[in-house]
């Protein structure tokens, strides 16, 4: 059974702002098993850099317990690490940033020798160190390269290089995709998912981009306004959203949102016939492969027509957004949508007569 090495419990973070009272966190509890790749999603003010500061005791809670790895380090909201304990504390956290933060007059290997200026290592031991987790990072032949010659992608290889240094283990990524353009997030997506499986770093993602966490992440948490309001696996957060900002999310990550925008906009489908309706299929797990389609036609003498497909790998597992206009009789269509919701597949009635 897999241990915690983040425990927060009970948490709230108070704010005086002058007169104003403000709650950055609330009441969070959150449990992160140690080798697992957690997503903490939610929109700028939703609570996401507090719980970051609160792992490494950059902020200390207002109330509530936190333990990291076997430490307890806070009890009823007071801090119990103090000097070298924290110092050490932090040196098992490992952080990858927005910006990079690199020493723009040092190179590659100086950026990452930098990080183990206080490691118990020769100098020889620490340049060796810093080369081996550069190689690994994929940027042998940038080495001797200064960060003003790097692309952003390679910036945050450095970045991650350096968080690595002393052999965190748990590495945060603050945010640290987004001033990257698709392709380039991939990629580092990829490398922390790699370092991941080859180490067992325990990686916590901070992000507003559900897009991030489907990509890596085993488990997410929503955050809005300084609460977590659902928390799950990634593939049951992506098949069965429960809550409104959720779905928003997950929607704008898919691309449906912006697909049936388009639909709704044709010509045909604002003026659909009293047979017709349009509607989307919602699949996940084994209702990913049932032949439904064919199965509509074959028993119900219902016209399937396709607008729009959409299925991905989750956790090994499938999920997928069917978008279609059903044409049948009236009574035939009743007996079709019946038999849809009978296999467990999610039945969204998006424009025509309900039936």
């Given at each position: 059974m897999t241990e915690p090495i983040i425990e927060l419990n009970n948490i709230t973070v108070h704010f005086q702002n002058?007169?104003?009272?403000?709650?950055?966190?609330?009441?969070?509890?959150?449990?992160i098993d140690r080798g697992d790749v957690f997503g903490i999603v939610g929109y700028s003010g939703a609570?996401?850099?507090?719980?970051?500061?609160?792992?490494?005791?950059?902020?200390?809670?207002?109330?509530?317990?936190?333990?990291?790895?076997?430490?307890?380090t806070v009890k009823n909201g007071q801090v119990l690490v103090k000097g070298k304990e924290l110092r050490k504390l932090r040196q098992k956290i490992g952080m990858i940033f927005q910006h990079f933060n690199l020493l723009e007059q040092s190179?590659?290997?100086?950026?990452?020798?930098?990080?183990?200026?206080?490691?118990?290592?020769?100098?020889?031991?620490?340049?060796?160190?810093?080369?081996?987790?550069?190689?690994?990072?994929?940027?042998?032949?940038?080495?001797d390269n200064y960060p003003s010659q790097l692309s952003g992608g390679q910036k945050q290889r450095v970045a991650i290089a350096r968080a690595l240094a002393n052999d965190p283990e748990i590495l945060i990524s603050d945010e640290a995709t987004s001033a990257l353009d698709p392709k380039t997030t991939k990629q580092i997506l990829a490398l922390l998912a790699d370092l991941n499986r080859q180490t067992g770093v325990t990686i916590v993602l901070i992000t507003h981009e559900m897009q991030v966490v489907k990509n890596i992440a085993n488990h997410v948490a929503v955050m809005k306004d300084g609460e977590i309001i659902e928390q799950n696996s990634t593939f049951q957060i992506f098949a069965d959203p429960q809550k409104p900002l959720t779905k928003e999310f997950i929607e704008t990550a898919s691309g449906n949102k912006e697909a049936?925008?388009?639909?709704?906009?044709?010509p045909a489908i604002q003026h659909l016939q009293a047979d017709e309706l349009l509607v989307e299929l919602g699949f996940?797990?084994?209702?990913?492969?049932?032949?439904?389609?064919?199965?509509?036609a074959k028993n119900y003498d219902v016209t399937v027509n396709i607008l729009y497909g959409n299925i991905e790998t989750i956790e090994n597992a499938s999920i997928g957004t069917l978008i279609v206009i059903l044409s049948a009789s009236a009574g035939k269509l009743s007996k079709a949508l019946e038999a849809i919701r009978k296999e467990k597949i999610k039945l969204q009635i998006i424009k025509g007569a309900a039936q």
């Open positions: 002058g007169s104003k009272a403000v709650d950055a966190v609330k009441n969070v509890n959150l449990s609570g996401k850099s507090t719980i970051v500061r609160l792992i490494n005791l950059l902020h200390q809670p207002s109330s509530g317990d936190i333990k990291v790895g076997s430490l307890q190179t590659v290997l100086g950026n990452v020798v930098f990080a183990l200026k206080h490691a118990s290592l020769s100098k020889a031991d620490r340049i060796a160190k810093a080369k081996k987790l550069i190689k690994q990072v994929g940027l042998a032949d940038r080495i049936l925008e388009k639909i709704l906009q044709q996940s797990g084994k209702s990913t492969d049932e032949p439904l389609i064919s199965s509509l």
